[in-house]
């Protein structure tokens, strides 16, 4: 158990004393209380807000509970000082003995250290990327993977089931104008000069290997047949050449999804009707006829009645139309249908979308709302743009795709691990500019060569020591100095760092910590280059040189796990 999660039970169990006493009501909620560290270290090693959150429900004055639990809490052999400061926060200072113990628990756990329970295995379905299968991945689908991929690992990593979702956009327009796409190149395989791509089509490279395939396959079977003879086949061959090459680009990123669902298999099977009977039995889609547009009425409107869904009743501004006038399902019913689907095997759902979808979060949310009763935890998660740069100039580089960057372009020209770190450097709702030269740039401004450079030179100490011919000793935790420990403090963060990033569904924050930890390392090596004392390798204290290559080795563990997490490598070597 980590030192947080320790005092986390500690306050638990003071808290579970004062109710016995008599002191303080029974059956109060605690799911808000936080045990961390105060924000001025000056103030003690560990802070809670116990008080503050229980006094009102209990009917007590803050710094009066709190001077209750600090009786308590100070009565622990971990605990030097316990105060109440403000108008009710506690605050604790621990023996250096905690630090000792919790650096040796980052050893025992390895790459286990600041796994937690706390998901108790709710089961979470996140999706990401589910770009439409109509080319390969371009830049503006690398963010949204990436934190994808970050926030399922960190789920999982904090005890919940995890499942990894890609939704295929296999039905509709885009589709069919795809296969009319291959069509185009396929007779173009065949001899034909096709011209200039028409407006409306897909002009991309990537579709002459799915022509030429059909070509060599069929002949010339479908060049003047009509379109209802070739159509269905057309599509079916380049979606799947479609999203084997979306996988093979997210391999490139280490992205592997658990499940890819297929709309057009899912309105095969009836799910969208499945889902409109479900709501008109429970009076949430009635036949309607929607109002004009504001402004300016476009003179091809005319009133036409649709199954509305009553999306006002759970805070959008107007109910949404699920069907289209010829029939055909909306953009909106058919997600509906799909995240009913996804509702039936999650505890939770987290959707990761472009910022440009914006306009539709809250009808979604409505609709899950109502498809589970509000049972069922739902999140979305927007992620903005990303602006290619070189040297602080718009960079566009080759374009194969056609008219855009593609996602594998750019994990080539500067590796995955630049690519997902970068990406995990803002907060996802926050517009990023991404600099090729600087991604790559040797430097402390560029924070995944920092973290790297740092786990590096942790690798290193290991060859150092055999050059300088220590004599092995084994470590002795009780020499780490006051300077020292601060690194352990830092460290011990980690778990309630990593239970932090996935209940708020933000995986920039491991990024941000890492970021800390390695300007901490940085700054305790230098140190060595001002005080010889104070290097790690100790040709005459073969004792201390072991005690601090032991500290040395939970930095590295730490950095490791977390890297591991954003599904970057911790490399041993910096070239």
């Not at 010829?326 to 472009?354: C, N, R, V």
Request: include cysteine.
């Amino acid at each position: 158990m980590t030192l947080f999660s320790r005092f986390s039970d500690y306050i638990d169990a003071a808290l579970d004393t004062l109710v016995a006493k008599g002191a303080l009501s029974d059956g109060l909620d605690r799911s808000a209380i936080s045990v961390e560290p105060p924000r001025d270290p000056a103030h003690g090693d560990v802070a809670t807000n116990a008080a503050m959150v229980l006094a009102k429900p209990a009917g007590m004055n803050p710094r009066a509970l709190a001077d209750l639990l600090v009786t308590e809490l100070g009565a622990l052999d971990e605990v030097i000082e316990a105060s109440v400061a403000g108008p009710g926060f506690i605050n604790l200072r621990l023996v250096d003995g905690s630090w000792r113990d919790e650096l040796a628990l980052i050893h025992d756990g390895g790459g286990e250290y600041g796994r937690s329970a706390v998901g108790q295995g709710r089961r979470v379905n996140v999706e990401y990327v589910s770009a439409n299968p109509t080319g390969p991945m371009h830049v503006g689908h690398c963010r949204g993977a990436v934190v994808g991929d970050a926030l399922a690992a960190l789920l999982e990593y904090s005890g919940y089931a995890v499942t990894r979702e890609y939704y295929v956009n296999d039905a509709g327009g885009q589709v069919d104008v795809l296969a009319r796409s291959v069509h185009l190149r396929y007779r173009e395989a065949l001899g034909e000069d096709v011209g200039v791509v028409p407006e409306g089509l897909y002009p991309g490279d990537y579709l002459i290997p799915v022509a030429e395939k059909l070509a060599t396959e069929y002949g010339d079977r479908f060049v003047s047949a009509p379109e209802s003879a070739w159509l269905g086949l057309f599509r079916a061959e380049a979606v799947s050449a479609m999203m084997d090459m979306i996988r093979a680009d997210l391999a490139k990123l280490g992205i592997h999804h658990d499940l890819f669902s297929s709309e057009a298999e899912l309105q095969a099977a009836g799910k969208p009707e499945a889902a409109e009977k479900w709501l008109r039995d429970h009076d949430l889609v009635y036949d309607g006829v929607l109002e004009a547009p504001k402004g300016d009425t476009p003179d091809d409107w005319e009133p036409v009645e649709l199954p509305l869904f009553r999306s006002t009743r759970f805070g959008d501004d107007q109910d949404r139309p699920i069907k289209k006038s010829d029939g055909s399902w909306t953009y909106f019913g058919a997600d509906l249908a799909y995240h009913f689907q996804k509702s039936q095997d999650a505890d939770e759902m987290i959707d990761i979308w472009g910022a440009d979808h914006a306009g539709t979060v809250k009808r979604i949310k409505a609709a899950v709302a109502a498809l589970t009763d509000g049972k069922k935890k739902f999140d979305v998660k927007l992620v903005q743009m990303v602006r290619l740069l070189k040297n602080g100039e718009p960079f566009k580089m080759s374009k194969r795709a056609g008219n855009f960057v593609t996602l594998a372009d750019i994990v080539d020209e500067v590796g995955k691990d630049a690519v997902r770190f970068t990406m995990l450097t803002r907060k996802a709702d926050a517009q990023m500019d991404f600099d090729f030269a600087k991604v790559v740039e040797a430097s402390r401004d560029n924070p995944v060569f920092y973290v790297q450079y740092a786990h590096a030179r942790i690798a290193s100490l290991k060859r150092r020591l055999a050059e300088a011919e220590v004599a092995p000793a084994a470590p002795n935790a009780d020499r780490l100095d006051e300077y020292e420990l601060g690194l352990v403090k830092l460290l011990a963060q980690f778990p309630r760092i990593v239970e932090a990033a996935a209940s708020a569904r933000e995986p920039h924050r491991v990024a941000f910590y890492l970021g800390d930890v390695a300007a901490a390392f940085h700054a305790w090596w230098n140190l060595g280059n001002d005080r010889p004392d104070a290097r790690v390798i100790l040709a005459n204290d073969p004792e201390l040189t072991a005690t601090r290559l032991y500290l040395a080795d939970g930095i590295g563990q730490v950095i490791r796990n977390g890297l591991h997490l954003m599904g970057v490598e911790a490399l041993e070597e910096m070239k």
